[in-house]
């Protein structure tokens, strides 16, 4: 054996060594971070796996005559008659598309009102900022209820708004009860959730890029639209998501100032656990409802995630 | 530009500076940070609107123009490239802005990226660039727009050392190459003296001199611009006459220009002028003073000496060359120079 290729065993065997070393590292590291982070699995595994597999597995289950649910005679009957309802235009149909609009409208409405917030609140001082940021959360210090019902007060008939309006002589409005009460009421339970990711985009965009397009003969405008919108498209996919989500679902805002007049998902799934006591369809609409979001989650944040 | 003044509140950054900066020029804007010579260069880009005074561009007056307003593009320290764009649509940006038809857009852009060597890189994102290559696109995104000057911001500052060295020669040959004023922002002297036709030196706000590479370097106006281009000894003294200046330890020196009779004076006297010989053997129709080597700093290609007279320390450096005498700690030495190897600058 010759002492070149002697050298080379030698270095090949330290190479060797030291990636062993850089893997025991890694794997020690990883080992540390599930210690940290088992809190957090155990609750969630606790409160949210558990009770979404008890969800899935209701959903199989059969509904007995008497109102109960019978845990054997698996089926997927619950399914079923929901795709009927949805191919046959039924009222589950008439229900999700109007949940579905009602969420939709909320999330563009608060995408239009946060943005300009968001972008404001971002570009001034940190006094400024923080003091902005605390006026988001300070709804957050009262019950959510309770600021439902405080909404009722204010648009109901004799109310202050319906006050205001007479007074400058657009006559007495009676909102409460109806669709715009229930966009209203969703934008203002919803809007910190679409500003504070809009916020943290926002805030991060390094403002020499702007600079540099400024100098590039592009208007203020165009700057908006060519470089800060795309940057902070991460925390407009995000703000949609946390807004559209909740929405979707919401129970007590539509029931409050909705009135119970129409049918909303959550309303819908509400009543078919409690009132028409047939847990497998409520089961199904619930765990549907979530692959639906889920899987739309995974999607946005992968295409974000690619973009940026 | 004339009396261009910017304050910031209370602070005064940019204190009337007046200055001509020629058509296809490569000028350099050297000073220490925080002198203004970043706020300077940002409100000929017109990213700061100046307080007072009078900036003009080829004749036209643009002091409070927006930036998309101005013929004129940036180069920025840290090449601001936008990261949610490939490299082809970076460069496109200021003629897309310009609303230029898209077919001269496309040859244009190809040309641009020629120019500065990143042919097939068109596609990728500035992430997925080393760090010159993203400079060489933050020049081209400017170059594009053939602008009639073009402003570098610490271009180089994010380079490691063999690459900017490297850069430095094609900013220049580029420069020459393309034609267009360039106006070079830097805190590091030498890479102005090694770039640039003409250099202004500032500090806090002030112009202080502005001449060419050799001009800023041999005759410096005072010790702040002597200290900051290169390294210099300061003999402090007294003029006695036109060409005759009383150093503070009595000897008398002859230099090519003192000034006034009875000024308080300082003698810029440059470390590689500085001659050592063993003690007494200076030519005695020059200059000399006596001193002790109180510490020796080998750096390579050269040796720097600092050496204790009974009033100050000097420092020396001498070329590590093998018909240099080498010196050690404690040896006693001669100092001399020229006449004409001082420059005198108010003491």
């Known amino acids: ?308 | 530009m004339r009396a261009l003044t910017k304050r910031f509140d209370d602070v005064v950054a940019v204190d009337a500076v007046d200055l001509d900066i020629a058509d296809g020029e490569f000028f350099a804007l050297l000073g220490p940070s925080g002198c203004g010579k970043t706020t300077t260069l940002r409100m000929i880009a017109g990213l700061e609107i100046p307080s007072a005074g009078s900036l003009k561009i080829f004749g036209d007056e643009v002091g409070t123009l927006p930036p998309n307003k101005r013929p004129v593009n940036t180069v920025f320290q840290n090449y601001a490239l936008f990261p949610h764009m490939s490299v082809a649509d970076n460069v496109a940006f200021g003629l897309k802005m310009q609303k230029v038809p898209k077919a001269d857009v496309a040859s244009r852009v190809a040309e641009a990226i020629g120019l500065v060597r990143l042919g097939g890189m068109e596609q990728r994102r500035p992430s997925q660039l080393s760090g010159g290559q993203q400079q060489r696109v933050a020049l081209a995104r400017a170059l594009v727009n053939r602008p009639k000057v073009l402003l570098l911001d610490e271009p180089l500052a994010a380079l490691d050392l063999k690459l900017r060295q490297g850069m430095q020669m094609e900013l220049k040959s580029l420069q020459r190459e393309v034609g267009i004023t360039f106006v070079f922002v830097t805190h590091d002297q030498e890479e102005a003296l090694s770039m640039a036709d003409r250099i202004g030196v500032m500090g806090d706000g002030v112009l202080l001199q502005v001449g060419t590479p050799e001009d800023i370097y041999d005759s410096p106006v005072n010790q702040f611009v002597a200290d900051f281009i290169g390294r210099s000894n300061f003999l402090p003294g007294t003029v006695e006459a036109e060409n005759l200046v009383c150093l503070s330890n009595g000897s008398r020196i002859t230099v090519g220009h003192a000034g006034a009779v009875g000024d308080a004076v300082a003698v810029s006297l440059r470390p590689e002028r500085v001659r050592m010989e063993n003690l007494g053997e200076a030519p005695e129709d020059r200059p000399t003073l006596e001193g002790v080597v109180q510490s020796v700093t080998f750096l390579g290609n050269s040796i720097v000496y600092q050496i204790a007279l009974d009033w100050l320390t000097i420092e020396a450096r001498t070329e590590n060359r093998p018909s240099v005498d080498r010196r050690d700690v404690g040896e006693s030495v001669s100092i001399w120079w020229r006449d004409d190897a001082v420059a005198v600058v108010p003491g």
């Open chain 1, 1 to 308: 054996m010759s002492i070149d290729s002697l050298d080379q065993a030698a270095i090949d065997e330290s190479v060797r060594l030291g990636e062993d070393v850089e893997r025991q590292v890694a794997k020690q590291d990883r080992r540390r971070g599930f210690l940290l982070a088992l809190p957090a699995y155990f609750y969630m595994v606790l409160f949210f796996v558990i009770p979404l597999l008890i969800v899935f597995v209701y959903s199989f289950a059969t509904r007995e005559s008497s109102g109960g649910t019978a845990l054997s005679g698996w089926n997927l009957d619950s399914y079923q008659k929901l795709w009927d309802e949805i191919s046959g235009r039924g009222t589950f149909y008439d229900v999700l598309v109007r949940s579905g609009m009602m969420a939709l409208i909320t999330t563009v409405i608060c995408l239009l009102v946060g943005y300009p917030f968001a972008y404001f609140a971002a570009t001034r001082t940190p006094t400024v900022r923080n003091l902005m940021l605390v006026a988001v959360m300070i709804p957050f210090w009262t019950n959510f209820l309770v600021r439902n019902y405080a909404w009722r007060l204010l648009l109901s008939a004799g109310g202050p708004i319906s006050s205001f309006t007479e007074a400058i002589g657009l006559g007495e409005t009676d909102l409460l009860f109806t669709r715009y009460a229930v966009v209203l009421g969703l934008t203002y339970s919803f809007l910190p959730f679409m500003i504070l990711p809009l916020y943290a985009s926002i805030e991060r965009i390094d403002w020499r890029l702007v600079e540099a397009s400024r100098d590039l003969y592009s208007t203020g405008w165009k700057s908006l639209t060519k470089v800060v919108f795309p940057l902070s498209l991460p925390g407009i996919i995000a703000g949609s998501i946390l807004v559209f989500v909740p929405s979707l679902g919401a129970y007590v805002t539509p029931e409050i100032l909705g009135g119970g007049t129409e049918t909303y998902l959550g309303s819908y799934i509400v009543k078919q656990f409690l009132t028409a006591r047939n847990w497998p369809a409520g089961a199904s609409v619930s765990f549907i409802l979530m692959v639906v979001m889920l899987s739309a989650t995974v999607v946005y944040f992968r295409s974000g995630g690619k973009n940026l």
